[in-house]
């Protein structure tokens, strides 16, 4: 069996994740060659694809032919926030209270009453402090705390014609959350993160991963979670609510093996190649 992994041409993520794999791979006895998506590349013929970054189109261009881990549906949905909350959302699974901001085409600054309105309502809804964050956007990136209804009404001038949306603010999970790996369904390694100095608990924002062996209502959310949206692997995000209880905050679809792998000491590579080689050989979730 033969398998290529893809990677972000330009910035290179995934690189790592794919060496990992490579290695977990060739224990196994498969090659898995690595390929950056580049403009006009051209590829071998695989009998699977590990898709490592988010390039719906292409991904959907490698199922024509080939069994793709994670499949292009399942990336399109984790890389846009609502489209995942769209998706999880229901019995089981409990998100932070959520307004999206209504499609827009203009400029906000000439609209200053229709800006105060609305961060009014955001406010009410939502109190302050709260979140205000993209869409579509990785490792924190675009994720800002409001603090004021002036902060607010910037925000929205700023991305008026961005897709974003307004969240409610974990005040028990300040800084800190729980990551749990789920592969095939199952959640096979966790671990804690917290930023002492920031709201944001992402490694590249800061964080610092720990041990933790997340109790069984995260891991049953996080099963719910990868279930709904079809993830062959991925890594969810949870807050503790002030009752302790799991909120999902995000899902994403090529979550680095780095740390958890570290700090769980779980092969979670090692664990995502026989899941694998075990649906390419049976066909399965074709």
């Known amino acids: 069996m033969y398998g290529i992994a893809i990677v972000n041409g330009y ?4 690189t790592r994740q794919a060496a990992r794999l490579r290695e977990e791979f060739g224990a196994l006895g498969t090659r898995l ?3 950056p998506n580049l403009l006009g590349a051209e590829y071998p013929a695989s ?28 990336i399109r949905i984790c890389e846009d926030k609502a489209l995942t909350y769209s998706a ?3 019995e089981g699974v409990e998100i932070p209270t959520t307004l999206y901001a209504p499609l827009c085409y203009s400029d906000l600054s000439k609209m200053p009453k229709r800006v105060s309105e609305e961060a009014e309502t955001v406010i009410q809804i939502l ?15 675009g994720t800002r705390l409001i603090g004021s209804k002036k902060e607010l009404e910037a925000a929205m001038v700023e991305f008026a014609c961005v897709p974003h949306h307004y969240q409610e603010f974990v005040k028990s999970s300040a800084g800190t959350d729980i990551r749990v790996a789920v592969i095939g369904g199952k959640a096979i390694a966790s671990m804690r993160r917290r930023n002492s100095s920031g709201f944001l608990s992402n490694l ?12 069984e209502a995260f891991l049953h959310m996080a099963e719910l979670a990868a279930a709904r949206i079809g993830a062959d692997y991925c890594g969810v ?32 590579a090692g664990a995502y190649a026989r899941y ?11």
């Not at 910035?11 to 995934?14: A, E, K, R, T, V």
């Not at 590990?50 to 024509?64: G, I, N, Q, Y």
């Not at 694998?276 to 074709?286: C, D, I, P, Q």
Request: with cysteine.
């Open 11 to 14: 910035s290179g993520i995934g």
């Open 88 to 90: 999880v959302c229901g």
């Open 33 to 35: 060659d690595v390929f």
């Open 204 to 215: 590249a924002a800061g964080g610092a991963a720990e041990v933790y062996d997340a109790p």
């Open 47 to 74: 009998d699977f694809v590990m898709f490592l970054d988010k390039d719906v189109r292409l991904a959907a261009e490698f199922e024509k032919n080939a069994r793709v881990f994670n499949s292009s549906d399942t």
């Open 276 to 286: 694998v080689l075990e649906m390419s050989a049976t066909g399965r979730g074709k």
């Open 237 to 268: 995000d949870l807050l503790e609510g002030e009752d302790g209880s799991p909120i999902l905050l995000e899902v994403n679809s090529n979550a680095f093996f780095e740390g958890i792998e570290r700090v769980g000491g779980v092969n979670v």
């Open 127 to 141: 109190g302050l402090p709260l979140i205000f964050k993209l869409n579509v956007g990785s490792l924190g990136i």
